[in-house]
């Protein structure tokens, strides 16, 4: 009996011992096959990085001030980190099948979060991506819109202006967590000291329930951006015809302002839907 005892006290330790030398294994197999080996990051056949040691894609970028929009922190659950690569990456991972269309797949479209950088990598990103930033942002006015929808206004601390087109979004980096969500801005482009991002409650989202439970004036915030490729194509005279409802009144409203700066030189429709009268906001 005793002996029994015995065996199943230190069948658990023999258990960690195992897993601890079959991790420092896995640790001296990647030293040896090059994972300490400095690599290369080629950007758009221009922009070159040294990579030491292995990362993400996605963080590497990230580590060296080219954000790449992630609305999950890196975890495939988003698909919106995508690049194209060019050379190296390794094969595409089954996370990332589900928010690739054929022709991406043809083209090597990945989800920048699941490529290793554990070889010398070439890849493609939109020239628009070079230039979002990290901004340290203060919250300097928040307004109630309705019962479940907020303006936040926030104002660029370093740097201190940011250059956007109207529809384009940023993201808000939640404090504490490693959330990042990604919303529309709302305000006027020729504002550029601070952005305006109207964000609607959505029950049990960690994002809109640190804005609209937590979030004070006053509070200091990380936000990316801008990005996107919806936004208003001024070499055109063709009428607009918006549809939309809730927050996503957002980036229509960028664009209203920036065609009135203008004078209005294209007839805008705007439809917005709403399920009752208090979904309802800016009706004057």
Do not use: W
Not at 14 to 30: E, H, P, S, W, Y
Not at 71 to 80: L, R, W
Not at 132 to 146: F, G, Q
């Amino acid at each position: 009996m005793n002996l029994f005892l015995a065996v199943n006290i230190y069948i658990p330790i023999i258990i960690v011992g195992l897993l601890m030398t079959i991790t420092v294994l896995l640790i001296l197999a990647g030293m040896l096959l090059g994972g300490n080996k400095e690599k290369t990051l080629t950007i758009n056949n221009d922009k070159v990085i040294h990579v030491k040691g292995e990362d993400s894609l996605l963080n590497i970028l990230s580590n060296n001030k080219i954000f790449i929009p992630s609305a999950c922190g890196g975890k495939a659950t988003c698909g919106f980190c995508k690049v194209q690569v060019l050379e190296g990456g390794g094969e595409v991972k089954p996370m990332e099948l589900p928010f690739l269309s054929p022709q991406e797949k043809k083209d090597n479209v990945r989800l920048s979060c699941q490529v290793k950088v554990n070889e010398d990598i070439k890849i493609s990103i939109p020239e628009s991506l070079l230039y979002a930033k990290e901004y340290t942002c203060e919250v300097t006015n928040i307004d109630d819109l309705t019962y479940d929808i907020k303006l936040v206004r926030f104002k660029f601390i370093n740097p201190e202006t940011m250059e956007f087109k109207p529809g384009q979004y940023a993201q808000l980096k939640v404090p504490g967590i490693d959330i990042i969500r990604a919303y529309s801005i709302a305000s006027n482009p020729k504002i550029t000291h601070e952005i305006e991002l109207i964000i609607r409650m959505v029950p049990k989202g960690k994002a809109t329930t640190f804005v609209h439970r937590a979030l004070e004036l006053g509070d200091k915030v990380i936000v990316t951006g801008p990005y996107g490729s919806f936004y208003l194509r001024e070499d055109s005279n063709r009428d607009i015809v918006c549809i939309a409802g809730g927050s996503g009144k957002a980036p229509i409203r960028s664009i209203l302002y920036f065609l009135k700066d203008q004078g209005m030189p294209r007839k805008v429709k705007y439809f917005f839907g709403a399920r009752s009268k208090r979904d309802l906001y800016y009706t004057e």
